[in-house]
């Protein structure tokens, strides 16, 4: 997040999405004097923090709007910053007006996105942390998202990283106990101390490792991915999952030049449906590059699912069989010779049976039931262990990991403490990155609440 | 107040440098002060020697040893001195790595400060006064330092007042006021300057009792002879030449029944039935610390340690207390070995004012009164080696001011002086401050063995020429050759040296030809003497000091130089400015740390990282904003 940071007020419309609504709601932060608001207003008496007021809003003698006006001081208010907060009426148009009425008038300016929670920040409302779950619970696509958002939000995750540090800050100092007080612990003693407060370190870590999962399921925005040769049917479930009529459904083979994708809700979970491009021999460059893009979505999705017409079988089936499927179906069960064409297709792809067939016609309610339960299940059995969905935080932990199996190498095959010291340092550094940076004076702070020691 | 008394101008006897107390600190200041031909003076108390050690009768220790070959390098006394009164000497930390050896050095303590008051009575230009000092006067030019004698006049001033501000002994419900045992202490700061501010609290430190040398039954006692292979601490001195008769140290523990005895008497202990106010250090626990704070050890070490070689007193290391005498007495009858123990001396607690080290400069300066500077235990520190080294600073610094020259200022990242000269001044401790090698970020280079090597640029700055300027270059010079040779001789892998330097199984084997530094480094071979051999199959003879440094520094090159760059990306965060009244105000910061930050006042983050209790949330909150 980077601003040209200026000090003067922002304000922006924090429920906007350019519909028509009942309601608006307006933020100005980062004011000094709220009477300067007042001509603005037809409320006359003293405005209090925290309380609603509801008052007309006026350009010298024309009323504006009727709005319901709230003033949070600052430090205590979301950014700590002085914020007026208004709720008016939302009409885009009228919203617009507004907006320009504050700009113009109260020498305030549009907000760029993020900055509102940028100053809370700066102004160490929020930790980095913090921030990134405000973004993610702002832009969850799953309850799941939502909760743990809202987890890092309050602080629950960078609990669990003190935690991981603190038991990192005894580990060093069982390493430092046994350099600089050796002789007053008695190096049997601060053998165990070393030993055991590794371990304890290493349980911890991997508890937290085991909660990221590898990157290609991307949660943060799942992928169903539908896959298939020309004519397979693919548009039509499309169209089906999303009950619109978004993709071209034609007879003809290859209609789909690149893929379409809308969004899908399935049990509470926000997806991404994508339609590929058939995949057939590379006659016309642009099928040729949609076929590239459809191996690389595969690569990327969460769920994917391939659609067999047996009925239009051709060579280059044999790439798209290689891949990995979560779910496989076949189609125009409703043709007539359906059950001959399907065995003739288990003969030679024998990894495609026992599936589903689909009369997309006929069958929607059943199939529809099956597919969404089968992504639902993924969905639950990925997010079981409550994986880590931040890629900072993920790649973070991952680096540790490598690093920690290094370190537990090392001290047990390395004598000289100095250089096990030092290369725990690497570690050290990574782990402030969760969090925050080692000073010695914490690793003796840490010693002294936890081991005897004398002159 | 003091009456004071004017002389005349003419009568008054001027100095260059004062130096107000001959202790550690003293010494060092005013010997490097008089290097550079300047009228010194050292005024102390009357009845204690020069250099005199009141607690435990021993140089050196980890990370102390590096101060104190640090100091040697730079041209300062302590080496010489512990060498010459030296009666046992070991290295700590012996198989832990090179970096964290240590030596450490039981001194003779008579002959050490009969040692320091012989080579400071060569000095010419240090004159020795030895009267007590009643009040310091900042003139225009000039500090007057009134004696209960006479006055004098100085144009810089150096506080080396160890534990006399104000000290008050305590030996059980005895209250006596001295810095010492049998000495009488000096008067506070405020009535000594009235405008300077000292610290709202007070330090203790403490002392065992001493036992009588006739009365231990050493049979009972773990034997740790000298060791003949610890490197004198002075370079110009023959390596391993011993000065004094060598005699041993002994190892007692403390049982059940010695804590059973302290913890039944807590509420005789000054330091715990509230007569005693000041605080002591975490790391150098009284007896009393030990048995209250931890109730389920009962087992401590006790090292017993001569004082010297005509003394008839042993020091038992580990156990200081204020406890009341009769109460030591039964505690120290209960350790095995000293059943019929009989103690010379009771041991005390001492509690004494100490100055804010954040109104100092990093050369020890004060801030706000120029011409007067602070070193040793005053500062807040513990400890001979620590009190010296800052001595050092202080003496050569005032000395280098006079003289218009650039100011000895050390890097944290090359020398411990250098990371305690840091820490003092950009923290304020509330306990006693003593160094550790935790407490260096570049441990793998701040060693023993390259001090020279680190001290050298240093000891440049001084444009002194002694024979120990003479020796410094030669052998940076030869480090350079050897270093050369190392890199550029190859050894074939058919050289009947590779197979007496393989190790067991197939990863320990050296099967294509290297160089001789890439043969250092293997991890299962002990670099110097490898490179001991390798030199003489070459046919060469190279003083073993210089194997050693080589060796050593070719083993951790690597190691260093990645630390090197993690210490660049850290200080570049460390060099970020912040705001700490913004932080102060921040409501998302404990109230604890709010109130240390607003005490300090730190500019950037390192400074900020350098408080003591600090907590980690508090650095994701403010590193966050660099983000």
New interface residues.
């Given amino acids: 997040?980077k601003f040209l940071y200026s000090e003067e007020p922002i304000i922006a419309c924090s429920t906007c999405n350019h519909a028509n609504a009942a309601l608006a709601v307006l933020r100005i932060s980062g004011f000094r004097d709220l009477g300067s608001f007042s001509p603005f207003f037809s409320h006359s008496g003293p405005i209090e923090p925290r309380r609603v007021y509801y008052t007309q809003l006026k350009s010298s003698d024309e009323v504006l709007d009727d709005v319901c006006l709230t003033f949070f001081e600052g430090?205590?208010s979301y950014n700590?910053e002085n914020i007026l907060e208004l709720s008016i009426h939302g009409n885009t148009l009228n919203t617009e007006r507004i907006l320009k009425f504050f700009i113009e008038n109260a020498n305030c300016r549009l907000a760029s996105p993020g900055e509102f929670t940028y100053r809370a920040?700066?102004?160490?409302?929020?930790?980095?942390?913090q921030?990134e779950g405000l973004d993610l619970f702002l832009n969850a696509n799953s309850g799941y998202a939502l909760d743990q958002g809202l987890s890092l939000l309050s602080g629950n995750l960078?609990e669990i990283y003190?935690e991981l540090?603190d038991l990192f800050l005894k580990h060093k100092s069982a390493l430092?106990l046994?350099?600089?007080?050796?002789?007053?612990v008695?190096e049997e003693t601060a053998k165990s101390y070393f030993e055991s407060s590794l371990l304890d370190f290493k349980k911890k870590f991997d508890s937290l490792h085991r909660r990221v999962i590898p990157m290609d399921h991307n949660l943060l925005q799942p992928e169903i991915v539908l896959a298939g040769l020309p004519n397979s049917g693919k548009s039509s479930l499309f169209n089906h999952l999303l009950r619109e009529e978004r993709a071209i459904v034609s007879a003809i083979a290859g209609t789909t030049r690149d893929y379409l994708s809308e969004s899908v809700v399935i049990e509470g979970v926000k997806y991404k449906l994508i339609d590929t491009a058939g995949i057939r021999e590379a006659t016309d460059l642009i099928e040729a590059e949609g076929i590239k893009r459809t191996k690389k979505k595969m690569q990327h999705s969460f769920f994917s699912i391939l659609l067999i017409n047996p009925f239009e079988m051709r060579e280059e089936f044999s790439e798209l069989a290689k891949l990995h499927f979560d779910a496989v179906f076949f189609t125009h069960k409703d043709l007539p010779g359906f059950t001959e064409a399907h065995s003739q297709v288990l003969e030679r792809y024998p990894q495609f049976g026992p599936t589903g067939a689909v009369d997309l016609l006929h069958e929607e309610a059943v199939f529809e039931e099956v597919l969404n339960q089968s992504i639902n299940i993924k969905y639950l059995d990925l997010t079981k262990d409550k994986p880590i969905l931040l890629d900072r935080h993920k790649l973070l932990i991952s680096q540790i990991s490598k690093e920690l199996d290094n370190y537990v190498k090392l001290s047990t095959?390395?004598?000289?403490?100095?250089?096990i010291?030092?290369e725990l340092?690497?570690l050290a550094?990574l782990l402030?990155e969760l969090?925050?940076?080692v000073?010695?004076?914490?690793?003796?702070?840490s010693i002294?609440s936890n081991f005897?020691?004398?002159? | 107040m003091f009456h004071v008394e004017h002389f005349d101008e003419d009568q008054m006897q001027t100095f260059d440098i004062i130096i107000v107390g001959g202790g550690h600190a003293g010494i060092e200041a005013a010997h490097i002060a008089a290097q550079f031909g300047l009228n010194v003076s050292i005024i102390t108390m009357p009845g204690i020697g020069l250099g005199s050690a009141p607690c435990n009768p021993s140089v050196g220790g980890v990370g102390k040893g590096q101060v104190v070959r640090e100091l040697d390098a730079l041209g300062g006394l302590m080496g010489i001195l512990a060498d010459k009164a030296g009666i046992q000497f070991r290295t700590l930390n012996d198989s832990k790595g090179f970096a964290v050896q240590s030596s450490r050095v039981q001194i003779d303590k008579d002959l050490y400060s009969q040692k320091a008051e012989e080579l400071i009575a060569t000095v010419a230009n240090i004159s020795v006064i030895r009267e007590k000092v009643l009040e310091i006067k900042p003139g225009e030019s000039f500090f007057e330092v009134i004696t209960t004698e006479r006055s004098y006049r100085t144009k810089k001033i150096i506080m080396t007042v160890g534990t006399f501000l104000n000290g008050k002994l305590h030996t059980g419900s005895h209250q006596a006021s001295g810095g010492r045992v049998d000495c009488e202490p000096s008067n506070g700061l405020t009535t000594l300057f009235s405008d300077i501010k000292t610290r709202p609290y007070r330090f203790k430190t403490g002392t065992p009792p001493r036992l009588d040398k006739a009365t231990i039954d050493y049979s009972k006692l773990e034997e740790q002879p000298s060791d003949s292979t610890v490197r004198n601490f002075h370079c110009l001195h023959s390596p391993y030449e011993r000065y004094s008769r060598q005699v041993s140290c002994f190892l007692a523990k403390t049982n059940p029944e010695t804590m059973e005895i302290i913890r039944a008497n807590k509420e005789k202990s000054p330091m715990f039935n509230g007569q005693i106010k000041g605080v002591g250090a975490r790391y150098c626990p009284s007896i009393e610390d030990k048995a209250y704070r931890y109730p389920d050890k009962n087992i401590h070490h006790v090292f017993i340690e001569p004082e010297g070689l005509e003394l008839d007193t042993m020091y038992p290391s580990g156990i200081s207390s204020s406890l009341p005498r009769e109460v030591q007495e039964m505690y120290v009858r209960s350790i095995e070995g000293l059943e019929k123990a009989e103690i010379k001396v009771f041991g005390y607690a001492v509690e004494y004012d100490v100055i804010d080290t954040t109104d100092l400069k990093l050369t020890l300066e004060h801030i706000q009164i120029p011409n007067l500077y602070f070193a040793g235990q005053v500062n807040g520190t513990s400890g001979y080696e620590e009190a010296a080294g800052q001595g050092f600073i202080a003496g050569a610094n005032a000395a280098l001011n006079l003289l218009g020259l650039d100011p000895l200022i050390m890097s944290r990242h090359e020398s411990y002086i250098g990371v305690m000269i840091e820490d003092l001044t950009s923290n304020t401790r509330d306990e006693p401050y003593r160094l550790f090698t935790a407490r260096s970020e570049n441990r793998l280079f701040i060693r023993e063995d390259n001090s020279l090597l680190r001290m050298f640029p240093y000891r440049a700055q001084f444009l002194l020429n002694t024979p120990l300027d003479s020796y410094q270059r030669k052998f940076l010079e030869s480090y350079q050759v050897l270093t050369d040779f190392c890199d550029e001789t190859m050894i074939p892998e058919y050289c009947p040296l590779m197979s007496e330097f393989a190790g067991v199984g197939e990863l320990q084997q050296l099967n294509r030809r290297m160089s001789v530094t890439e043969i250092l480094k293997q991890a299962w071979l002990n670099p110097i003497s490898t490179l001991e051999r390798v030199v003489g199959y070459h046919g060469l003879t190279i003083q073993s000091d210089l194997v050693r440094t080589v060796a050593i520094s070719k083993k951790y090159d690597g190691y260093i130089k990645r630390s090197e760059s993690q210490y660049e990306k850290l200080k570049k965060m460390d060099g970020m400015h912040i705001d700490w009244e913004s932080i102060y105000a921040s409501t998302n910061i404990s109230f604890e740390c709010r109130q240390r930050i607003a005490r300090i006042r730190p500019e950037t983050f390192g400074q900020l990282k350098l408080i003591d209790g600090i907590r980690p949330a508090t650095l994701a909150v403010v590193a966050a904003k660099a983000l």
């Fill in positions: 997040m430090p205590k700590g920040l700066k102004n160490k409302k929020l930790t980095l942390s921030v960078q003190s540090y430092e046994s350099i600089d007080f050796g002789d007053d008695g095959c390395e004598t000289d403490v100095a250089i010291s030092h340092n690497t550094a402030s969090l925050g940076i000073s010695p004076d914490q690793i003796l702070n002294f005897c020691i004398g002159k």
